[in-house]
């Protein structure tokens, strides 16, 4: 995608960009499901629904992270461009000076397009007979006057100048060897939390490979096979058990969230996973391109809000 394309020199342009991916058979009321029934109205880039049980006004931008948006369209496309082409992500600011809109405007523009690229609903397991999945954890950032961790054992988690996860951020990734991610963020990443997220996201019939780490002991026997490769003895690959995978997403994340983004509210952590994780599964290895990445955030605006109100993690109006 060329930077002078026309969809990110004209609106015009950019809402019929946006209309090709969103509706490639023919518009679709957003209110009521009618395809092909709508009108023009006289403003531009507004149809009425010709259903006569609906006849509601929509855009392009009628139920997405866009709609309502006074920002023009060819900003949004640049903005999708640019999140989903930097391997360790755009911040705000850089965001700000590179498309001359004000900080607030870029800083939600973010917000809004990590929305858009969040998996909504994780379709079926991962893995599967002969595949690996490897599963790992780690912790980030700092907690504003967190609770004691406990480890397994039911003794508490200790650090030494801010190393280790007692004060951390944990978050548990799935990654399926040479394929996809599935990444969380979660409150604590104990031994009933992490059994139920393999549990739920991972095929049985697959090879599960971990590192020494007693949360995964006792899930471990319920997979065809579980294999682990041992770091405090420095064993990072035997044959074709490793965890280098897992530990390579975790690698991006971390240069990403502490060269560009520099700092990170708990409470917008699991938006700036999901970031991580969608370029991660459109990744140049798996046959995506940077085009074909920020198309895929833009039709995953659909059927999904972000409001000022909720980005402070308050209830929507």
């Known amino acids: 995608m060329k930077f002078d394309a026309p969809q990110f020199q004209s609106e015009t342009e950019a809402r019929k960009y946006i209309e090709a991916l969103r509706w490639p058979d023919g518009r679709v009321c957003p209110h009521c499901g009618v395809v092909g029934a709508e009108y023009a109205t006289k403003r531009e880039g507004r149809y009425r629904c010709g259903a006569k049980e609906c006849r509601k006004d929509f855009t392009t931008t009628t139920g997405t992270v866009m709609e309502a ?22 911040s705000a600011h850089q965001l700000h000076r590179t498309l001359d809109v004000t900080y607030k405007t870029a800083w939600f523009l973010c917000h809004r397009i990590r929305l858009a690229m969040a998996n909504g609903g994780l379709v079926g397991p991962m893995g599967g007979a002969g595949q690996v999945v490897e599963a790992d954890e780690t912790y980030y950032g700092k907690v504003s006057n967190p609770e004691p961790r406990t480890r397994t054992t039911g003794q508490l988690h200790k650090s030494k100048k801010g190393h280790g996860p007692a004060n951390k951020r944990p978050i548990v990734a799935l990654v399926e060897r040479g394929g996809q991610a599935r990444v969380f963020h979660v409150a604590e990443a ?19 490979h971990t590192d020494e780490s007693s949360l995964y002991t ?27 995978s897992a530990e390579g997403f975790f690698g991006v994340f971390k240069k990403g969230m502490s060269g560009v983004y520099q700092h990170c509210d708990e409470k917008h952590l699991h938006r700036y996973v999901s970031e991580f994780e969608f370029r991660f599964n459109t990744r140049t290895k798996l046959g995506f391109t940077d085009t074909q990445r920020a198309q895929l955030a833009i039709e995953g605006a659909e059927g999904k809000r972000l409001t000022y109100r909720r980005t402070d993690g308050t209830a929507a109006p």
């Open 69 to 90: 948006t006074h920002i023009k369209l060819n900003v949004w496309v640049m903005a999708f461009y640019l999140m989903a082409s930097s391997k360790k992500g755009m």
């Open 218 to 244: 006792r899930i471990g026997k319920t997979f065809a096979a579980h294999e682990t490769v041992k770091h405090t003895a420095g064993e990072y690959v035997r044959g074709d058990v490793h965890n280098n």
């Open 190 to 208: 104990d031994r009933i939390t992490v059994e139920k997220i393999v549990t739920a996201n991972v095929d049985p019939a697959s090879r599960l």
